[in-house]
């Protein structure tokens, strides 16, 4: 019976395949300008899908709800940056008038290394509730500087907090440049950079990895189902399971077996809202006959 689990499963893995892109229909429209030539208006509408487009997805995968302010800061910062995201695209229409330029694109956004993205900048943390720190600025910096780093503060999810840990302190770096210092209870990290997002983002990212690396360290939640009639069925609910992102992350298939009474499958995942997923699997699993149990609790029916 072993052998024949173990055969089952190898057999069930050499089909199965994990798609790390997601692709969304955006649309935009960039209003015309005299002094701007229709070329450059429709780089900008494509700019700005590449980047509504990255919103759009992020807006998926984060457990929590970006406010309006958040997303146009995100946007602003994405429209430089969204290369690496984006694994292709296609232009559904195009079409410029004397009011501007309509684009409506169909874009690939590799959903691993944006995942990985909106943890560093912080989102990933922060979407759901602020987290206090103590950001300090010195005083030669300009209104357009402390503005940039209130919009900073804003994007990454920082109230600050007097006094608190952990705290960034901006301070004169060498001429041209700018300089963070970064504190936590126990570690502290400097930056310098021309660019004053580059320090506040590779400071923050440092400290938000930090977390994370604590975090892999837990174990993960272990979801074992049993009842289905076939190993495609299973697999069904696997592709259900990876989208259930608002709930559940780094899902992985741990084991097929073929029992008296169907199918059963092993699943180890990180919970982002264990609520929410208990919810998702009472609607989905029992309607379908199948019976469900997460380590530590009873079987479900």
């Not at 944006?114 to 979407?127: I, K, Q």
């Not at 700018?178 to 660019?195: I, L």
């Not at 992985?252 to 919970?271: A, F, I, K, N, Q």
């Amino acid at each position: 019976m072993n052998s024949l689990k173990y055969v089952f499963f190898a057999l069930i893995l050499s089909v199965v395949t994990v798609s790390t892109a997601s692709a969304g229909v955006v649309e935009v429209f960039v209003p015309a300008d005299p002094e701007t030539s229709v070329m450059a208006l429709r780089n900008k509408a494509m700019t700005e899908g590449f980047a509504e487009a990255l919103l759009q997805e992020s807006s998926l995968i984060l457990p929590g709800i970006m406010s309006e302010e958040r997303g146009t800061l995100f946007k602003e910062y994405m429209v430089t940056r969204y290369k690496p995201y984006i694994q292709g695209y296609k232009v559904v229409s195009m079409h410029s008038g004397e009011e501007g330029v309509n684009l409506t694109l169909d874009v690939r956004v590799n959903r691993n290394l944006l995942r990985s993205a909106l943890h560093n900048m912080g989102l990933s943390v922060t979407s759901t509730e602020p987290l206090g720190a103590s950001v300090s600025l010195p005083e030669s910096f300009s209104e357009e500087q402390i503005s940039s780093v209130q919009g900073f503060m804003t994007l990454t999810g920082i109230r600050n907090t007097p006094d608190a840990f952990p705290a960034f302190y901006f301070e004169p770096g060498p001429e041209g440049t700018f300089k963070g210092r970064f504190e936590t209870e126990d570690k502290e990290w400097t930056a310098v950079s021309k660019d004053i997002s580059v320090v506040w983002f590779t400071l923050w990212s440092r400290y938000f990895k930090q977390l994370a690396d604590k975090s892999v360290a837990k174990d993960k939640e272990v979801l074992s189902v049993n009842g289905w009639f076939s190993s495609d069925a299973a697999l069904e609910f696997d592709a259900r399971l990876r989208g259930w992102e608002n709930a559940v992350q780094e899902v992985e298939l741990v084991e097929l077996d073929m029992l008296p009474s169907g199918v059963g499958g092993t699943w180890t995942l990180r919970y982002i809202d264990a609520q929410r997923f208990r919810m998702l699997l009472q609607s989905y699993l029992p309607q379908r006959g199948l019976t469900y149990q997460l380590a530590g609790d009873s079987v479900k029916e």
